[in-house]
């Protein structure tokens, strides 16, 4: 019984992708200690027979283990919801529950239709995504140079600070052209502790990235392993001088460790206010 | 007095990178038809002292427009809750709204702390993501095809059919290691009307995407202005000829045409059921 209730089924029902509900969901359930959750993810679910389906499923589960699976959706018909709401479950509708508070506030009723993502997504906007995206591609790491006046942003880092990744996550979810330069040993030991001559005339949107060495030397090892380059030693070496010139030009400097892709993105977005300009 | 009650000022508040919040309250906004919604987002609001001020900004804009803000928070501890809730707002509690049920649920207390994502996402999983990622970029646009043994899927396509930052997403939410190859002119007018010859290895794992011609077009013409490529007679040329080679070799095509990246991946993973191998 101890067992069982230490168990629980979850379920993400989503007329979309499912995105909202697993973010919202897994952030309530992390609230809750020693308890083992499993969790499926319905997503698209828009006709009648597919949301049957899904109550099905769920109360097939309940039947199963005996004890109450949770459901997080996010349907917004409410004909569909219902099938969901049907079952014993413990149902968390995450649009239904505002949609009352919503309508008192604004004096108007909802017209309770599944969202068109391209009515917000417009063509302007996808156009400069993409060109985000290809612009971030043709300058990740170091490639090119030549584009660094066309960028929003540009992040320094030594290998392996997360610089790649998060430029692609800006560019994919910010429309944000970020190009990145890797810190290479040649740069890192020079003397007078400066950045490489050609960043200099874009300190104001050059984004320093560091890491805890240890850290750094785990990623390595798992790219590299036994090698010079992901030696604790060497990482300490790095991070600290690329550590020294980067408080010498005076840029932002971002801490990423223990931070996810998405994390340090918010980060340098809220920093830098970068969607000002966009 | 009208036109004040058809634009409304929208606060997007998190302890976290907001994300969540903006989801869902521009999912539940949508709704809401000839409403002018302009929203600003707080993200990381970690201490009371960002609250108190957050709070200041939500109840100024109240006061200089006379017409009744709404929040979406997803803000996890109570006390800094409290200060939003304090505000004359019509404020949107995503998180605190469903603690009580599932607490009923579960049959224990939650531990209301925030969210430490790096529980979840631990370092195996960052490991699976940065890899995803690093496939994705060495076989971006056919640049090698000797390594689509090891991919988790190959999207195929015309130019700009958004197989690229389809790949991007796949591999940074789902670390799913996806390459693509583009068909050029050469592949599309071979006369057997079958995919290149490498590829056909591969169609169990092959996915093709496919868009409207017009839409296509459109695309192009924003990209490359007055050319030949981008001509609506290429375009509807092109998609044909894909069409009828994606159909004799039998893979599973997507119509991406009116879809966000997001769905384009989401909608693929779905029908591959590609988590399954992960």
């Known amino acids: 019984m101890d067992n069982k209730q230490n168990k ?27 308890v083992e959750f499993s969790d499926r993810t319905f997503a698209f679910v828009i006709t009648e027979m597919e949301a049957h389906f899904v109550a099905g499923e769920i109360q097939r589960e309940y039947e199963a283990s005996g004890v109450q699976p949770i459901v997080f959706s996010t349907l917004v018909n409410d004909e569909i919801q219902q099938f969901i709401s049907a079952t014993d479950a413990c149902v968390i509708s995450l649009f239904n529950s505002f949609i009352d508070p919503l309508e ?53 880092g030594v290998s392996r600070s997360a610089k790649t990744p998060t430029c692609l996550y800006l ?13 290479t040993d040649d740069d890192l030991d020079n003397e007078n502790d400066k950045l490489p001559e050609f960043l200099l005339p874009y ?28 030696t604790l030693k ?9 550590g020294i010139m980067m408080e010498k030009a005076g840029i932002f400097i971002l801490d990423s460790t223990a931070m996810s892709i998405e994390e340090i993105a918010v ?4 920093e830098k206010e970068l969607l000002k300009n966009n």
């Open 171 to 183: 560019a994919m979810h910010f429309s944000i052209k970020a190009a990145n330069y890797p810190l």
């Open 8 to 34: 629980r089924s979850v379920f993400y029902v989503s007329d979309r992708t499912g995105k909202t509900a697993e973010s919202l969901g897994q952030s309530l359930l992390s609230q809750f200690d020693g």
């Open 234 to 242: 060497k990482c300490q070496h790095e991070v600290k001088r690329a």
């Open 104 to 156: 008192k506030s604004l004096q108007i009723k909802s017209s309770h239709t599944i969202g068109k993502p391209h009515e917000e997504f417009g063509d302007e906007d996808y156009k400069k995504q993409m060109d985000a995206i290809d612009f971030t591609l043709k300058n990740d790491d170091g490639i090119r140079t030549n584009l660094f006046d066309k960028a929003d942003v540009i992040l320094v």
């Open 267 to 270: 980060n340098l977005v809220k």
């Open 203 to 230: 300190l104001d949107k050059i984004v320093g990235l560091t890491i805890r060495a240890d850290q750094l030397s785990a990623i390595r090892q798992q790219r590299r392993p036994n090698t010079a380059y992901a």
